[in-house]
C-alpha cells in the first residue's frame, strides 16, 4: 500500500465549469476525510466517510459540492459551478474508526485554481 | 466547537537552535492530538500523535507534549536544521470525529 493517493495533483479550470476529484484511501482504513486549505490557513474540514456511509457535513460544503463513496473504498469530490474562490488545496485524509493511538494519514493534495 | 490556536504564526531562527511551537486547543475532551509538517505546495507528513491519556511523545528530535486539562500542546524540535523550514500545523480530534487545525507556524532556519 502506497498511502492515500489522489488525483489529479493540479487542476486549473474556467469559472463555471464542473470539476471532480478523487481520492484512493489506505486500503485496510474505513474513514475517508476531505479537507480544504486556502494560502496561510490550516486545513478546514468539509465531509467525511464511515466505509460508504456520509456522516457528516460542514456548512462550507454548499450545495454546488457533493462527495461520494459508493463502495467504501475511493471518494469522489465534485464541485458544480465553480467560482474563483473556490480555488484552493484540496486534501484528502484516511484513518481507522475507534483507534485513538491511530492518526490520520494525508494525501498529497489536489490544487485548484478556478480562472 | 474545538477551535484551535497556533503561535507563533511564524519564526526565523539560525540553525542549530531549539526552539518551541504551541498549540492551544479550547475543548479538552479529546481523543487525540497530531503535529504535521507541511512542504509548499505539498501535502500533510505526520510527525507525531499524542492519545489523549499520553502526556508526550517523542520522535529523533522531535518531542510533543500534552497537557490535556489546560489544553496545550508543545512541539520541541531539539538542533534546528535548514530542512526543518516547513510549516507545522497541530490538529485536535475530538471524540472520534473529525480533526480541527489551528493555522500553523511557518519555520524558517537560517544556515
Known amino acids: 500500500d502506497t498511502g492515500v493517493s489522489q488525483d489529479p495533483r493540479h487542476k486549473i479550470t474556467k469559472r463555471g465549469q464542473n470539476v471532480t476529484f478523487r481520492c484512493d484511501p489506505i486500503?485496510?482504513?474505513?474513514?475517508l476525510y476531505w479537507y480544504r486549505q486556502t494560502l496561510g490557513q490550516g486545513p478546514e474540514f468539509l465531509t467525511y466517510f464511515q466505509n460508504e456511509a456520509q456522516l457528516e457535513k460542514s456548512r462550507l460544503l454548499s450545495d454546488r459540492f457533493s462527495a461520494e463513496r459508493p463502495k467504501g473504498s475511493f471518494s469522489t469530490l465534485e464541485i458544480q459551478r465553480t467560482e474563483q474562490g473556490d480555488s484552493a488545496m484540496y486534501l484528502c485524509a484516511s484513518s481507522l474508526a475507534y483507534s485513538a493511538n491511530y492518526g490520520y494519514t494525508f494525501g498529497s493534495g489536489t490544487r485548484l485554481t478556478v480562472v | 466547537k474545538q477551535e484551535v490556536t497556533q503561535i507563533p504564526a511564524a519564526l526565523s531562527v539560525p540553525e542549530g537552535e531549539n526552539l518551541v511551537l504551541n498549540c492551544s486547543f479550547t475543548?479538552?475532551?479529546?481523543?487525540?492530538l497530531q503535529w504535521f509538517r507541511q512542504d509548499p505546495g505539498k501535502g500533510l507528513t505526520s510527525l507525531l500523535l499524542i492519545q489523549s491519556s499520553q502526556r508526550e511523545q517523542t520522535s529523533g528530535r522531535l518531542n510533543a507534549s500534552l497537557d490535556k486539562s489546560s489544553g496545550r500542546s508543545t512541539l520541541y524540535i531539539a538542533a534546528s536544521q535548514p530542512g526543518d523550514s516547513a510549516t507545522y500545523l497541530c490538529a485536535v480530534r475530538n471524540n472520534n470525529n473529525d480533526m480541527r487545525f489551528g493555522a500553523g507556524t511557518r519555520l524558517t532556519v537560517k544556515p
Open positions: 486500503s485496510e482504513h474505513n474513514r
Open positions: 475543548d479538552s475532551a479529546i481523543y487525540n
